[in-house]
């Protein structure tokens, strides 16, 4: 027994030394690194929707107040291979790159409303969209105001894109193909027809975020399923009656009880000016318990919660913030979480909840 310890003993000893000397060598480090290169590079692009299937990816799902582990207000729609993406905070297109979803087949940015966590996003995507072979361009749909967004992100990413033609050449990134194109969705009742398309249809849908006018959600139906994205709004019923017969709902929320501790807590540190902000906030979302309500009226089957305010670092956190969800929700929910993927085959009941990594 002591022989057969002290032999593994002296192998381990062995394996370190031999690992320490390697280590000493500049083309070992190359050689691991092109181990590494060459597993990352082969994995194959995501396929987010199987040919009549439709399913929503959520690319960010924080608020404002910075949280390491999401990015802003973002979701992706698929259906089919259409992919169309609802509104771009900050950190979403990087969460898109590291994911490989395939970039040259999103056909539109729906923007809910232009709020700085929606929209931060836009030029990288304009970007990176263009240079993973776009080669039309973007339209990007929104409330009446977004001509000014994509005016003004066309004009500020304008250097990059000469540059970067100039670089690489017109036949790899022709100049023309980069721009971004308003498309305007009137709001006059309730709902609007925003874009019907290869099978999709997309519905705005007026929500309550004032002083913020309009803010839209959108509802897309696809092969008999249907996903509703409530954007940033208060607790609002016409919303649910919008999103009646939703198989998923992903509606926006915050814990007005976490953030008035927070507010607390900002006070008594004689921080004035974010315990301003905590004490505005309450009256424009919705809270956890409002949402399920909202779920529970629009008979939703599904409802996710995305725009998670205030950011939850631990389970404890996630807790308090769900208290009360579990009695008031009559049907299925979850905390939806970056890389959080509802599939939803096409003329079907089947939901099917994944995630990416
Ligand atoms: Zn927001
Ligand atoms: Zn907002």
């Known amino acids: 027994m002591k022989r057969i310890a002290l032999a593994i003993g002296g192998i381990v000893v062995v394996l370190i030394v031999a690992i320490w000397i390697a280590t000493r060598f500049d083309s070992v480090d190359l050689w691991l690194y092109r181990q590494a290169a ?9 396929q987010l929707a199987k040919p009549g299937e439709l399913s929503v990816l959520l690319c960010g799902t924080n608020a404002p107040l910075p949280d390491p582990r999401r990015a802003q207000g973002c979701a992706l729609i698929a259906a089919g291979d259409n992919l169309y993406v609802i509104d771009t905070g900050e950190g979403s297109v990087r969460n898109l790159l590291v994911w490989h979803v395939p970039l040259e087949k999103i056909k539109g940015v729906f923007f809910t409303h232009f709020h700085s ?33 994509v005016k003004g992100f066309n004009e500020a990413y304008a250097h990059d894109a000469d540059y970067r033609t100039a670089h690489h050449g017109e036949k790899m990134l022709p100049r023309e193909d980069v721009d971004l194109v308003p498309v305007v969705i009137p709001m006059n009742m309730a709902t609007a027809p925003a874009l019907a398309a290869n099978g999709l249809k997309v519905t705005a849908i007026r929500v309550d975020h004032g002083p913020v006018k309009p803010a839209y959600g959108y509802r897309f139906d696809y092969n008999g399923r249907s996903v509703t994205i409530s954007g940033d709004t208060s607790y609002y019923p016409p919303l649910a009656k919008a999103a009646h017969g939703s198989d998923v709902l992903v ?7 976490l953030v008035g501790i927070l507010e607390q807590a900002l006070a008594a540190a004689h921080r004035p000016r974010p315990a301003k902000i905590m ?11 409002q949402a399920a ?41 979850m905390l939806g979480r970056d890389g959080t993927l509802i599939r939803l085959p096409g003329n079907s009941t089947e939901i099917e909840k994944t995630s990416l990594p």
């Open 279 to 289: 004490h505005d906030i309450p009256t424009y979302h919705t809270t956890p318990v």
């Open 251 to 257: 509606h926006e929320a915050q814990s007005n009880e």
């Open 293 to 333: 309500e909202i779920a529970n009226m629009a008979d939703a089957k599904l409802l996710v919660f995305t725009h998670i305010n205030p950011p939850l670092p631990n389970s404890i956190a996630e807790r308090a913030f769900l208290h009360g969800v579990a009695q008031a929700r009559h049907g299925d929910w």
């Open 38 to 46: 060459n597993a990352r590079i082969g994995v194959s692009e995501v």
């Open 117 to 149: 966590d929606h929209i931060g996003d836009l030029g990288e995507l304009r970007l990176q969209t263009w240079v993973a072979g776009r080669r039309t361009p973007l339209k990007v749909y929104g409330p009446p105001g977004v001509e000014d967004i």
